[in-house]
């Protein structure tokens, strides 16, 4: 069965560094997404990114954070300069546009970031 | 503003038992509800949903009903197993998600059944 993949599953950075989330999500979707969740908290939507263009962004995904999907099966997150606020569990989602009007998204495992 | 609020947990059963997780949620017009689920080493996926009042989604045993009236969504089920050992998240989504789909997830209940 098809599955939404990321890498890593965990990585641990210094404050002030550079990260790069990495997803391929299912092939023949066309909406990717990002949400996080910090440690006992709630799993906060981040971006949705369609037709190789964000489709609607959070607060939180301010200009220290930015997608792109580079060849056509990846799809990354990156933060250009982590704070240690940073640190939280990342999903990667993607959907394709039928399974998406009914709000069933499908979701990687995670990645672990941790900023020290 | 759109939240989705549920139990804490961990909530810890042994195998055979009832389970409730409660979920209530706040939102004007009319929202889409989901359960999704995580079991240990895997992605979020969805279990059940339900896109109007009174509507019963049901999936692997599980149930919940959308109650306008109380804002809820609770999940049940009548007899679980240790392979339901996972986190459930109670969600929503405003209207049709089309190209946004932003779903807003609950904190999400650890469910541990022991044999």
């Known amino acids: 069965e098809p599955e939404v993949t990321q890498t890593p599953s965990h990585q641990v950075t210094q404050m002030g560094q550079e990260v790069i989330l990495r997803c391929v999500p299912i092939s023949n979707h066309l909406y990717f997404y990002w949400y996080r969740q910090i440690l006992g908290q709630k799993v906060e939507f981040l971006v949705s990114?369609?037709?190789?263009?964000?489709?609607?962004k959070s607060e939180i995904f301010d200009d220290q954070f930015s997608v792109e999907r580079p060849d056509g099966s990846n799809f990354t997150l990156k933060i250009r300069s982590t704070k240690l606020e940073d640190s939280a569990m990342y999903f990667c989602?993607?959907?394709?546009?039928?399974?998406?009007?009914?709000?069933?998204?499908?979701f990687g495992e995670g990645s672990r970031l941790t900023v020290l | 503003g759109n939240s989705v609020t549920q139990m804490e947990g961990p909530v810890t059963l042994s195998e055979e038992a009832f389970l409730t997780i409660n979920c209530t949620y706040t939102?004007?017009?009319?929202?889409?509800l989901f359960w999704y689920v995580q079991y240990p080493g895997e992605g979020l996926q969805l279990l059940l949903k339900a896109t109007k009042a009174d509507d019963k989604g049901s999936n692997k045993g599980f149930e919940a009903t959308y109650r306008k009236e109380t804002t809820s969504f609770h999940l049940e089920k009548g007899s679980v197993q240790v392979s339901d050992s996972a986190v459930y998240f109670c969600?929503?989504?405003?209207?049709?998600?089309?190209?946004?789909?932003?779903?807003?997830f609950g904190t999400g209940t650890l469910l541990a059944v022991q044999p």
């Open positions: 989602a993607s959907t394709s546009g039928l399974a998406g009007l009914t709000g069933e998204l499908f």
């Open positions: 939102a004007t017009g009319y929202p889409s």
């Open positions: 990114f369609y037709n190789n263009e964000i489709s609607e």
């Open positions: 969600a929503l989504i405003k209207g049709y998600g089309g190209a946004t789909n932003k779903l807003i």
